[in-house]
């Protein structure tokens, strides 16, 4: 019997529950959060509430921001967002950014990450990107070791500064 094929859609209203707790499942969840947004205090992974509608209504409206699902018998098991950046450097060429990857932990192993990544890759061809580019926390050897395998290479030093 072959097994189900996977499908990458953009997202939908209706899947920001799902996409929700595929950030809820992650086990480094609680560990990322900024301190003044953990535990209850802003960041909750339990509901969707208005900022995730907002976010995705925001992306509806952006050609060039675009939040995604992976479906597996018709269930969200993933989940990632593309975004594309005109930059002035490189002769003014347009990179594409991949963030919030997340597969849910029933579902990994089963080639829905590799699916992903080639949809994005494909996509950001398909766009003219120069690159494709991602961060991963620096906790997430395994991440790294996936990506790697992708073709990504550990090439820069991501850092962040939370604002709020």
Request: one cysteine or more; charged letters at 20%; hydrophobic letters at 40%.
């Given at each position: 019997?072959?097994?189900?094929?996977?499908?990458?859609?953009?997202?939908?209203?209706?899947?920001?529950?799902?996409?929700?707790?595929?950030?809820?499942?992650?086990?480094?969840?609680?560990?990322?959060?900024?301190?003044?947004?953990?535990?209850?205090?802003?960041?909750?992974?339990?509901?969707?509430?208005?900022?995730?509608?907002?976010?995705?209504?925001?992306?509806?409206?952006?050609?060039?921001?675009?939040?995604?699902?992976?479906?597996?018998?018709?269930?969200?098991?993933?989940?990632?967002?593309?975004?594309?950046?005109?930059?002035?450097?490189?002769?003014?060429?347009?990179?594409?950014?991949?963030?919030?990857?997340?597969?849910?932990?029933?579902?990994?192993?089963?080639?829905?990450?590799?699916?992903m990544m080639?949809?994005?890759?494909?996509?950001?061809?398909?766009?003219?990107?120069?690159?494709?580019?991602?961060?991963?926390?620096?906790?997430?050897?395994?991440?790294?070791?996936?990506?790697?395998?992708l073709g990504?290479?550990?090439?820069?030093?991501?850092?962040?500064?939370?604002?709020?």
């Amino acid at each position: 019997m072959t097994p189900d094929p996977v499908r990458i859609r953009p997202a939908r209203e209706g899947d920001l529950s799902a996409i929700v707790q595929l950030f809820a499942d992650d086990e480094l969840a609680a560990g990322n959060a900024p301190a003044h947004l953990a535990g209850g205090s802003g960041l909750e992974y339990d509901l969707a509430g208005p900022g995730h509608l907002a976010a995705l209504a925001e992306m509806d409206r952006d050609p060039n921001n675009r939040a995604y699902v992976a479906e597996l018998a018709g269930k969200v098991v993933g989940t990632f967002q593309l975004t594309f950046i005109r930059q002035l450097s490189y002769g003014g060429c347009l990179v594409a950014q991949i963030e919030s990857v997340h597969v849910s932990s029933q579902a990994r192993s089963q080639g829905i990450g590799a699916t992903m990544m080639r949809f994005a890759i494909d996509e950001a061809r398909r766009r003219g990107a120069l690159r494709v580019q991602l961060t991963s926390n620096v906790r997430r050897t395994r991440a790294h070791q996936f990506y790697e395998r992708l073709g990504f290479h550990p090439t820069h030093v991501g850092m962040k500064l939370y604002l709020r």
